[in-house]
């Protein structure tokens, strides 16, 4: 089976760098996704890393190493509108994802 | 592009009545379909999915079940809910194998009372 290790809290400040850690235990391996959940809202795909290294889109990036079943999301130049939820992903190559538990991001000004 | 649909986006039910959520997709053809639920402030446990018309395979035994009656159109059904059955009900669907890119739609807020 797969678990997945995250945070279940992180604050930070407006306008700063903040990093939410994600390890796995699994069964299979194909890669770790990265989902964005707002309050009251759906869980939204943010990013998706298959091999070891990190992916940029824009202020968020990715990073992932296989050999430590490690992978982390990196937020930069936070903004008030990042409070939300991040679940980290893996589906071992199966139809279903395996999610985290979320990590709750509050932003304070 | 591809759309997902869900309705109704809130109920409040009785306990011992039925349910019928029903979601739909849009511009993508055989898609694999999910449902979620989600306690407040809880991860996501995945109750059915589907991977094509009549498939079915469940995650958690439980008092819901799901069909598949059309290629874009997944229900998920109860004869009878109780209290614990309350949470933020998904779908999403997503296409292939192995791909950890899934689409959600907006969701449905069921309250049990």
């Known amino acids: 089976g797969q678990s997945l290790e995250q945070p279940s809290e992180v604050t930070a400040v407006e306008g700063a760098i903040v990093q939410i850690n994600c390890t796995y235990q699994?069964?299979?391996?194909?890669?770790l996704s990265w989902y964005q959940q707002h309050d009251g809202g759906a869980p939204t795909f943010l990013s998706y890393n298959a091999l070891d290294g990190l992916e940029e889109t824009g202020r968020f990036s990715s990073f992932l190493s296989r050999s430590d079943s490690y992978g982390y999301l990196l937020l930069q130049e936070l903004q008030m509108k990042d409070s939300a939820s991040y679940f980290c992903a893996t589906g071992a190559g199966s139809y279903q994802l395996t999610f985290g538990k979320g990590t709750k991001l509050s932003v304070i000004p | 592009s591809q759309t997902i649909h869900q309705w109704p986006a809130t109920l409040v039910q009785p306990v011992g009545s039925p349910l019928s959520l029903e979601c739909t997709v849009e511009?993508?053809?055989?898609?694999?379909l999910y449902w979620y639920r989600q306690a407040a402030g809880r991860g996501l446990q995945l109750l059915f999915y589907?991977?094509?018309?009549?498939?079915i395979s469940s995650e958690v035994p439980q008092n819901l079940s799901a069909s598949r009656p059309q290629d874009r159109q997944f229900i998920l059904s109860s004869k009878k809910l109780l209290l614990s059955d309350s949470g933020f009900y998904l779908c999403a669907w997503s296409v292939g194998r192995g791909t950890d890119t899934q689409y959600f739609g907006p969701g449905t807020r069921l309250t049990v009372l």
């Open positions: 511009g993508t053809s055989n898609p694999n």
């Open positions: 589907s991977v094509g018309i009549g498939q």
């Open positions: 699994t069964s299979g391996f194909y890669g």
